[in-house]
């Protein structure tokens, strides 16, 4: 099986790490796979430093003459025997490269971001009636590829994220060591959230909570891991500056972290703010880490997380309501606990990247 993956982005978020874990996932299981790409992405250098091939264009732009060449000259030397492509902007490259050179190989798409676009014109129709299946990460993409594309609901698999449980496994992390690295004393509760900077994201509620919850307790720190997505970096800057324009003196912005799992050892509660999330990567790796979490109660958040379970669910965009979830948690370690081993528990039962991998080759044997 050789298969060409493909995710023509700038940017540096979950959808972009889950394209890499997936290959890293067919390599680990000697299936050849090379991936399309941007030239100097932060995909391409993602890849390369985990020895993935790549194949890069320049431009992701819908009219792109040269790339589409390029494409189709790369295909026909390979002989690939399927394309998942994991970008929807991507077909304007792949789709009309399989068309002009009547390649008939299987086309997969997988949506990890919703769209608020109608995409059911004569052109969008011709793209993806070229698309052999679509996967769909949550419940809400799903709906969202019925109602905004041309696929028709037998075309759409729902396949969740997964995550590596060995991998994210308390038992194998050394809290101690961020904890140390951060000054972070061992009486204080750690209280934090992951993900890119990106308006949407929710740092602000967070930040606003965390002033709150500073006037009800003492020994906390807050913790915000995480940078900026491309070309959003005046965002990052505004949230810092919120957080000084609040008087937030006991909270930690960590930058780009590599390896999460460690970080996240070193947190007791964690927050997911986001107002709008197709699934929740960063949550679901929390859960893994036996992290009790609070976390917004819309879109993919909510295939994930079980209300007063694994954690606590709070009005979408509402700090007020976010800060008292938080401080039921602050207050109880044995609910923080409790709520951490099940959460770990759906996570194994749900979310297991290896069995979400034997779902997705056989998908890829079915159409081949």
């Known amino acids: 099986m050789n298969i060409l993956y493909s995710c023509l982005s700038n940017s540096w978020g979950g959808m972009e790490m889950l394209t890499i874990i997936q290959m890293q996932q067919l390599v680990d299981r000697k299936i050849a796979v090379e991936l399309l790409c941007l030239t100097d992405s932060k995909m391409q250098k993602e890849a390369g430093k985990k020895g993935l091939k790549c194949f890069t264009i320049n431009s992701a732009n819908s009219v792109n003459p040269a790339g589409i060449t390029k494409v189709m000259s790369y295909l026909k030397a390979k002989k690939f025997d399927l394309i998942h492509s994991h970008a929807s902007g991507d077909l304007w490259t792949v789709v009309p490269a399989l068309k002009i050179s009547r390649n008939k190989i299987p086309l997969i798409l997988t949506k990890h971001v919703g769209s608020y676009i109608v995409k059911k014109d004569f052109l969008h129709k011709r793209l993806y009636n070229r698309v052999n299946l679509a996967l769909a990460i949550s419940n809400v993409i799903k709906t969202n590829l019925i109602e905004t594309t041309p696929l028709t609901e037998e075309k759409i698999i729902l396949i969740h994220n997964g995550i590596d449980i060995n991998r994210f496994d308390p038992s194998k992390a050394d809290r101690e060591k961020v904890r140390s690295e951060f000054n972070i004393a061992r009486d204080e509760v750690v209280i934090g959230t992951m993900g890119r900077f990106s308006p949407g994201k929710g740092h602000e509620e967070f930040l606003i909570a965390a002033k709150d919850l500073n006037l009800k307790n003492k020994n906390l720190k807050f913790v915000i891991v995480g940078e900026a997505s491309y070309k959003e970096e005046a965002y990052y800057e505004k949230i810092e500056i919120l957080s000084n324009d609040l008087g937030l003196n006991n909270i930690i912005f960590t930058g780009y972290v590599s390896d999460t799992k460690n970080i996240l050892a070193a947190m007791d509660?964690?927050?997911?703010?986001?107002?709008?999330?197709?699934?929740?990567?960063?949550?679901?790796?929390?859960?893994?880490?036996?992290?009790?979490?609070?976390?917004?109660?819309?879109?993919g958040v909510l295939d994930i997380t079980v209300d007063n379970e694994t954690g606590f669910l709070f009005e979408n965009k509402n700090s007020e309501d976010m800060a008292e979830k938080i401080n039921k948690l602050i207050l109880s370690k044995d609910l923080r606990e409790k709520f951490g081993k099940a959460a770990r528990l759906r996570v194994v039962n749900k979310f297991n990247l290896h069995k979400q991998t034997d779902k997705i080759i056989e998908i890829y044997s079915e159409q081949i």
């Open 269 to 299: 509660i964690f927050v997911f703010p986001s107002h709008a999330e197709s699934f929740g990567l960063a949550l679901t790796e929390a859960m893994a880490m036996e992290l009790p979490s609070v976390s917004s109660n819309s879109d």
